[in-house]
C-alpha cells in the first residue's frame, strides 16, 4: 500500500473517532455538568444558555472542517481501493465500509441542519437575549428543556463519526 493510502488511513481514522470524542463529550460531560451546577448553586437557565453557546459556538468552528478532512480522506481510501477483493466483515470490502465510513462522518452536517437548526436557533436567540439581560420567565423555563432536547440531538449526532471510525477500523484492520 501506498504512502499516500497509510496517511489517509491514519487522518481519516482518527478524525472521525477525535470527531466523534468532541462532539460526544459535548454531551455526556460539559452540558450535564453545567446542569448540574445550576441545581447546586444559583447559576440561572440565563447564564446556562450562555455556556452552552460558548460551547456551541467552538464546535460550529472546529467539527465541521474535521469532518469534512476525516471524510475526505476515508473516501479517498474507498475509492484508491475499490478494485481490492478482499472481504472483510460479512463479506463487505473493505471500499464498501470506508464508503461508509465517508458518509456517516460527514453527516454530521445534514443531521444538525435537519434534526438540530431549529433547536439551535432558539438556544442562540436566547443566548443572545441573555447576554442583555433580556430573557423573561417563560423563555428561562424554555431554555432548560431546549438544552434537555440539543444535549439528546447531540448524544445522537455523536455515534455518526463513531460508526465512521468503527467501519473505517475495521476495513484497516482486516
Known amino acids: 500500500m501506498s504512502s499516500i493510502n497509510t496517511i489517509a488511513k491514519i487522518i481519516g481514522l482518527t478524525s472521525a473517532a477525535w470527531l466523534s470524542g468532541n462532539i460526544s463529550a459535548l454531551s455526556l460531560i460539559s452540558i450535564p455538568a453545567v446542569a448540574n451546577i445550576k441545581q447546586d448553586s444559583s447559576l440561572s437557565n440565563a447564564h446556562a444558555v450562555r455556556l452552552w453557546q460558548q460551547n456551541y459556538q467552538r464546535g460550529a468552528s472546529q467539527n465541521p472542517p474535521i469532518a469534512l478532512g476525516a471524510s475526505a480522506s ?71 428543556a431546549l438544552l434537555e432536547r440539543w444535549t439528546a440531538l447531540n448524544r445522537l449526532r455523536g455515534f455518526l463519526p463513531m460508526v465512521g471510525a468503527v467501519c473505517a477500523c475495521v476495513a484497516v484492520i482486516a
Open 74 to 144: 476515508l473516501g479517498y481510501l474507498a475509492w484508491s481501493l475499490r478494485n481490492l477483493r478482499t472481504a472483510t466483515v460479512m463479506g463487505l470490502g473493505p471500499s464498501f465500509l470506508l464508503s461508509i465510513a465517508a458518509v456517516s462522518t460527514i453527516a454530521i452536517v445534514p443531521f444538525t441542519i435537519v434534526f438540530m437548526r431549529a433547536t439551535n436557533n432558539k438556544l442562540l436567540a436566547l443566548a443572545a437575549k441573555a447576554k442583555k439581560d433580556e430573557v423573561s420567565v417563560v423563555e428561562t423555563e424554555d431554555i432548560e
